[in-house]
């Protein structure tokens, strides 16, 4: 990881999926409510467990409780998600880049939630993955983001500074770039299929969507405003 960069993972309630890289020795991990089942499937001992509590099995509650894993409970009428509970806390402690698991799947507005939730970190300079089965993404800010966001590169191209991240090759998943805000300038995309340079993409526009890979590593930047990169299985 490199310097400045700050990791964590958050287990949150989407459909299960299994974990797609080893979580380094010594990682911060939060499951967010019915997360710590997934948790339990993975083998994992989180550090924290954020959320009402409202869809944690009694063996969940039971392993928390035997584990001595903290716990930072809410009422069940908030104005968040578990998951954007989670990612608004990991965000004040200083981390920046977000590795969200079993992010997709389920019911369909949590799954805007969680990339709600990913843009609002973005915003605030962080890096954030999000993980299921079937469905991948990155979302990243450039300038419009706060400094200093070690997590994702910083490049420059003639005098247009942009933020880069690259996302490796998989079969049978397409590659799309989706804006988050009104609109996404500066953006570049190179190793894929349809390349962009300096290129504008707004906020109602698809002329991101359902791209290709041709190089093993695509990588795509953003000089103003928050980008999603998405893999969807085809």
Do not use: W
């Amino acid at each position: 990881m490199e310097n400045g960069t700050k990791t964590c993972f958050i287990i949150s309630g989407g459909d299960f999926a299994k974990m797609p890289y080893d979580i380094p020795s010594g990682a911060f991990i939060t499951a967010c409510d019915c997360g710590l089942d997934h948790a339990m499937k993975m083998g994992i001992v989180p550090d924290l467990v954020i959320g009402d509590l409202d869809s944690v099995s009694d063996k969940g509650k039971r392993f928390m409780e035997d584990n001595d894993i903290k716990c930072l409970l809410y009422p069940s009428d908030k104005d968040d998600t578990d998951t954007a509970l989670a990612v608004k806390y990991l965000i004040s402690q200083g981390f920046n880049d977000l590795r969200i698991m079993c992010a997709f799947g389920g019911r369909y507005d949590h799954e805007l939630g969680n990339i709600a939730a990913a843009r609002y970190a973005a915003l605030r300079g962080a890096v954030v993955r999000l993980e299921g089965a079937d469905t991948r993404a990155v979302v990243f800010s450039g300038r419009s983001g706060s400094e200093g966001n070690a997590a994702a590169g910083s490049v420059s191209a003639g005098n247009v500074s942009k933020r880069s991240v690259s996302v490796e090759r998989a079969d049978g998943f397409s590659l799309s770039v989706i804006s988050l805000t009104d609109k996404c300038s500066g953006v570049y995309i190179k190793g894929a299929k349809y390349e962009l340079e300096n290129a504008v993409i707004n906020g109602d526009s698809t002329l991101g969507v359902s791209n290709e890979f041709v190089d093993d590593t695509v990588t795509v930047s953003v000089g103003d405003g928050v980008l999603m990169v998405v893999m969807a299985r085809m």
